[in-house]
């Protein structure tokens, strides 16, 4: 077993930090605080190859494995959380499900601009009565014969109004459940798609999410992934990916607020010497930095089982919960180390604090990783 990063991940974490620090960093609590999306920092992530880290370069993408995509998740987290979701959306539930299991004329049309950065995708499962109970799906993909005919709306959309491309499950044979579900390909500009409103949320408030409706869209056949009735075993399979990028953001920003933590109490001073002399904060540190290497020794192994093309349901769903977890309780920790400072936009602890607790809820609840894992187990 050897736990030693290459040359060529040492590289990339690199390049993702410092990308971090010199794009993200400057306005991340102005985009926050006005709910802006990071437009052309989420263009130069495009640029240099971290929205399509781990599609073949034939189809314009970066050609890396899921360590890298863990390394750099963590490190744009660490500062920029609404554009780590960006990320991981595009790459793991937009780019591997249409690089995955979409035709070669789906990849060279959608996957070749999604992977280059040109444009960006949303995956939209989520419904208003649709969320841990995927199979419950309203929208509906009725079948004219070349093409579908759209109708519901969906929830919870991640790059709800930033996407050009959407991957949309829609219920075709209702009668069937789970195994009449289609995935579709649908393009932000056919008629019939309306966005909502922006979300004001507690955290990730750079990102833009959205309800989007769909009324009368005309979907193209062809638009559709794989074969009839497939589109629920794609989401999950999808998902399953997607839930390595959202344990690796819950870790970036738990780190994050780590690494604020300690420099914070190596400067503040409190009864005549730093804070990170007195029993208390050493404590809190020490398991601040205990659970954090244990959230990315779990995000690795799931990257691993996927690099080693093993099944990943499990160790995915392992590493989400755990790592959204640590997440929530390292933020909150930092946020009392730093005392009323953590309370404050300035210190961007709060932010951390805010930003984490969606990884609890999205790509599948706390709740629906421990029904993963239980069944896994008792399998
Ligand atoms: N991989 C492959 N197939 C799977 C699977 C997986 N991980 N999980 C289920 N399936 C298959 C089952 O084998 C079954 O097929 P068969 O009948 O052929 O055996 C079929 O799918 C139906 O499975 P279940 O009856 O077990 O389905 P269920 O309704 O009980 O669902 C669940 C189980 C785990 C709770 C699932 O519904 C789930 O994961 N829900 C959460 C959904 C979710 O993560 N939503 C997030 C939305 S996306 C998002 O947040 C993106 C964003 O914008 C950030």
Known sequence: MDFQLTEEHLMIQKAA??????????????????????????????????????VSPKYGGAGLDAISY?????????????????????????????????????KQKYLVPLASGQIIGAFMLSEPEAGSDATSQRTIAEDKGDHYLLN?????????????????????????GSKGINALIVEKEMPGITIGAKENKLGIRGSDTHSVMFQDVKVPKENRIGEDGFGFKFAMKTLAGGRIG?????????????????????????????????????????????RIEGARLLCLKAAWDKDQHQDYTLSSSMAKVFASETAMWVTTEAVQVHGGYGYVKEYHVERLMRDAKITQIYEGTSEVQRIVISRSILS
């Open 17 to 54: 930090r410092d990308f971090a620090v010199t794009e993200l960093l400057p306005g991340v609590i102005e985009r926050d605080e006005h709910q802006k999306f990071p437009t052309e920092q989420i263009k130069k992530l495009g640029e240099l190859g971290f929205l399509g880290m781990m």
């Open 70 to 106: 863990v390394l750099a998740m963590e490190e744009i987290s660490k500062i920029d959380a609404s554009a780590s979701v960006v990320m991981s959306v595009n790459n793991s539930l937009v780019c591997w499900g249409l690089e995955t299991f979409g035709t070669e004329e789906q």
């Open 152 to 176: 519901g709306t969906k929830n919870w959309i991640t790059n709800g109004n930033s996407a050009s491309v959407y991957l949309v499950m829609a219920q075709t044979h209702p009668e069937k």
């Open 246 to 290: 959202i344990a690796s953001q819950a870790l970036g920003i738990a780190s994050g607020a780590y690494e604020l933590a300690l420099k914070y109490s190596k400067e503040r001073k409190a009864f005549g010497k730093e804070i990170a002399q007195h029993q208390a904060i050493q404590f809190k540190l020490a398991d601040m930095a205990t």
